[in-house]
């Protein structure tokens, strides 16, 4: 059984930065995407990074790039997401999710979801 586990989320302030964790088990492809979402109250749940967990190669929404960070721990089986420079438009639930291949940013791919993390980030 493949569980996802994102913990990090919190009450931040515009500029401000916020480390998302993502523990995963149960997942026993010899190669996968992990990647991170995030999705607003009536909006649908929009791409916000990727990386393929054998390779580290990292995929990126424009509205994120040079400000996250998506990173791997291979011994620990943890993904990670690094936010600086915090905006309030970034306040979301942010969810991590898997899939055997490769990296998709349409959420409809990936068939393992965490529970979800909220990242608030106040003006």
């Known amino acids: 059984q493949v569980q996802l586990v994102e913990s990090g989320g919190g009450l931040v302030q515009a500029g401000d930065s916020l480390r998302l964790s993502c523990e995963i088990s149960?997942?026993?492809?010899?190669?996968?995407?992990m990647a991170w979402f995030r999705q607003c109250p009536g909006k649908e749940r929009e791409f916000v990074a990727a990386i393929m967990w054998r390779s580290g190669s990292t995929s990126y929404d424009e509205s994120v790039k040079g400000r996250f960070t998506i990173s791997r721990d291979n011994a620990k089986i943890q993904v990670f997401l690094q936010m600086n420079s915090l905006k309030p438009e970034d306040t979301a639930v942010y969810y991590c999710?898997?899939?055997?291949?490769?990296?998709?940013?349409?959420?409809?791919?990936?068939?393992?979801w965490g529970q979800g993390t909220q990242v608030t980030v106040s003006s």
């Open positions: 149960g997942l026993t492809a010899s190669n996968f995407a």
């Open positions: 999710a898997a899939r055997d291949g490769g990296m998709w940013n349409n959420p409809q791919k990936y068939n393992y």
